[in-house]
């Protein structure tokens, strides 16, 4: 069954719609998604370094991005920079960094284009096992830490306070964006990662009133964006990670006129 | 205060420093079950930061905190919720522990918002939010309840039935209570113990001990001490809008 590269790329596309769904919510509710982009832009040094010890790129990757979410921490509490700057720094400079290393990598043939837009050729079985257990995981850990995670996202004061310890909560929500990046980037691509957690979330916010709803249509969303990207980009011959994202951004805007008329309703 | 096991959280000496600046310090206080402690003072002179220390918010302290529960229900003074979360009272009420609906149900009766119950939090007026925040803290039965200026935005009615309910609250769930607020007025009939601060502790005792105090009188002036004393004595006139003293 999963001979069929498009079928490979399809499943794995819907287990990390799966799991950015509820991750996206939260870096939504958080204001994180410059955030996630640095992450995933320090993705691309990840796989570099993957590629040069022939290790595994999803492990490698999210190694990476964790030591570079650590890093941001030290640095935020060191220097007086704002968080926006620093996260600029390590975005940009992981970023070149990686694409100088690949400069000395002559031996081996790079799909760059394929690393930054994403590759459904690319996605092999074993990715499959990868996303798809992974991404449990993923999920199994937010469900363990959904209290403190979310009580601290309303007001983290009121979660320490109340014994929700929201430090731990926040410390393993990184790691946790740091593994959906590992385990989505063949599929989706570095430079868009990002756009595969907020905008179905935002798409999900225009929609919902409550939490848990904003989190199942942000799933919803997901999962309609990977079919459909997919499938243009097979019927177009276009990258798969454009095409998934260009297709959440179209769910995007007719949830837009939604919102148009729940305001017309009200009036 | 005696230190037997009824000891909900001791604070010994504590204070906390920001950008070398003492917030609060050289703070000691001790909350109990079953009693209210009221921590009075100026705008600045530490109140909130007290509460956050004794909370355990503010961890790089000076001195020492102990607490002796984990059951606790926070009214901050100040709550800056993000409206890009789509969230409801109800949402709002099982944030920190979930709870079923018949107890959250009486805790939104008790401070008369029940009827808001499914709407958006973000549409709330001040006064609104600021029950729900209460109905949240007293839901969770905490043993220990800490109230930042729980009643800001209340109207004036509404103001004197919410201090009531924290009296009775206190009583009947037989927790302890760290009140602050500046409104010496209403709090004082119901207090056990006040916390005069001023980035220190200026006095402390009972109401009427405190309003007696010299520093206290130079802190807030002659007549709040008035105000203080007000509710040592039993009312047993009226006095009516003409002025006329009418006996109860």
């Not at chain 2, 709040?224 to 003293?245: F, N, P």
Request: some cysteine.
């Amino acid at each position: 069954m999963f001979d069929d590269f498009f079928i490979r790329a399809l499943v794995a596309g819907l287990g990390v719609a799966f799991v950015t769904g509820p991750l996206g919510c939260f870096v939504v509710w958080r204001r994180l998604s410059y955030f996630g982009d640095t992450l995933a832009h320090s993705a691309l040094l990840g796989v570099t370094i993957a590629y040069s010890l022939e290790f595994n790129i999803a492990l490698s990757v999210f190694i990476i991005s964790s030591l570079i979410a650590l890093i941001l921490v030290q640095l935020q509490n060191r220097t007086n920079l704002p968080g926006d700057a620093l996260l600029g720094l390590l975005a940009h400079s992981s970023l070149a960094v990686g694409l100088v290393v690949i400069g000395f990598l002559t031996f081996i043939r790079f799909d760059v284009m394929g690393l930054l837009f994403g590759d459904i050729l690319a996605v092999t079985v074993d990715d499959l096992y990868i996303i798809w257990i992974g991404g449990a995981l993923i999920l199994l850990i937010l469900r363990l830490i959904w209290k403190g995670l979310f009580a601290s996202t309303v007001n983290y004061e009121l979660a320490e306070a109340e014994g929700l310890n929201p430090d731990r909560a926040k410390a393993i929500f990184t790691i946790l964006i740091a593994a959906i990046i590992a385990i989505s980037i063949k599929m989706i691509g570095l430079l868009l990662i990002t756009g595969m957690l907020i905008i179905p979330a935002a798409m999900a916010r225009n929609i919902s009133d409550s939490p848990q709803k904003m989190i199942i249509y942000s799933i919803i969303g997901g999962l309609l964006s990977v079919i459909i990207g997919l499938f243009s980009s097979l019927e177009f011959n276009t990258p798969s990670g454009p095409s998934i994202i260009a297709a959440a951004l179209f769910l995007f805007v007719i949830s837009l006129f939604k919102i148009k008329q729940t305001i017309k309703l009200k009036n | 205060m005696s230190s037997n096991n009824n000891v909900l959280v001791k604070m010994n000496n504590a204070g906390y420093r920001h950008n070398d600046k003492w917030l609060v310090q050289g703070v000691s206080l001790s909350v109990e079950r079953g009693k209210i402690v009221t921590l009075i003072g100026p705008n600045g002179s530490g109140k909130s930061t007290t509460a956050k220390i004794a909370l355990g918010i503010l961890k790089k302290i000076d001195g020492h905190v102990e607490k002796y529960t984990n059951k606790i229900g926070y009214v901050p003074q100040k709550i800056s919720v993000d409206w890009t979360l789509p969230l409801r009272v109800y949402d709002f009420m099982i944030l920190t522990e979930n709870l079923d609906e018949k107890t959250i149900d009486e805790a939104l009766s008790l401070t008369g918002v029940i009827h808001l119950k499914d709407k958006s939090l973000g549409n709330l007026s001040g006064g609104e939010f600021q029950r729900v925040l209460l109905a949240r803290a007293i839901s969770k039965k905490p043993e220990l309840l800490v109230l930042d200026e729980p009643v800001q935005g209340v109207d004036f009615t509404g103001e004197i039935a919410l201090y009531e309910l924290i009296k009775k609250i206190s009583d009947e769930l037989n927790c302890g209570i760290l009140l602050i607020s500046h409104d010496l007025h209403t709090v004082m009939s119901a207090t056990d113990h006040v916390v005069c601060l001023n980035g220190h502790v200026c006095c402390s005792g009972t109401p009427i001990d405190v309003a007696k105090n010299t520093e206290y009188k130079a802190l807030f002036g002659e007549q709040a001490s008035q105000i203080l004393t007000r509710y040592e004595h039993k009312h047993d006139h009226v006095h009516t809008i003409e002025g006329e003293i009418k006996k109860n």
